[in-house]
């Protein structure tokens, strides 16, 4: 699968969609949280030169198969910026590498904005963003829910020989 990663404001259609997602799969970390507030966060990520912004990856055929959000402050760590956030990749998509892509480009996105570090917090995906040079510096609780606290250099695009394949 050739994919692509985009600005989400070039794609409004797919707002909806990945509020749900976002929702479904991230919603137990802020119970309060609803599908409506995600939607306002994401059309607000409006401007590629400040944050917060929203990235797709999409198919050939510009299907969406994956987002991520780069966001200025999250749960935890308030101190530290930018975030890597709400990374999702549908199931039938997944083991393509599109997350890692997501990934990879958020560190490009956040050198182009001057920051020298991305930051991320995750539940259950420590060993993949290790592989992809995140370091976990500490760990917290959120809701009950342990959370590894990661960072990684923000890169510029050649500062990796290859994107990570993507299938």
Not at 66 to 90: D, E, Q, Y
Not at 103 to 131: D, K, V
Not at 142 to 147: A, E, I, M, S, W
Request: hydrophobic share 45%.
């Amino acid at each position: 699968m050739t994919i692509r990663i985009d600005h989400l404001f070039h794609w409004p259609e797919y707002v909806p969609t990945i509020a749900g997602w976002q929702q479904d799969q991230f919603g137990y970390l802020n119970p309060l949280g609803t599908v409506r507030q995600r939607e306002q966060r994401l059309r607000e990520a409006t401007d590629p030169d400040r944050l917060p912004i929203a990235l797709v990856a999409l198919s050939e055929e510009n299907l969406l198969v994956g987002s991520a959000t780069i966001m200025a402050t999250t749960l935890t760590h308030k101190h530290l910026t930018p975030w890597l956030s709400s990374v999702f990749v549908p199931p039938a998509c997944r083991g393509k590498g599109i997350a890692s892509a997501l990934s990879m480009r958020a560190a490009e996105e956040a050198a182009r904005l001057g920051f020298e570090a991305l930051y991320l917090f995750t539940p259950q995906s420590e060993s993949l963003y290790a592989r992809l040079g995140w370091r976990t510096f500490d760990h917290a609780v959120h809701n009950g829910v342990p959370l590894a606290i990661m960072r990684r250099s923000a890169l510029a695009p050649s500062d990796h020989l290859a994107p990570p394949a993507l299938g």
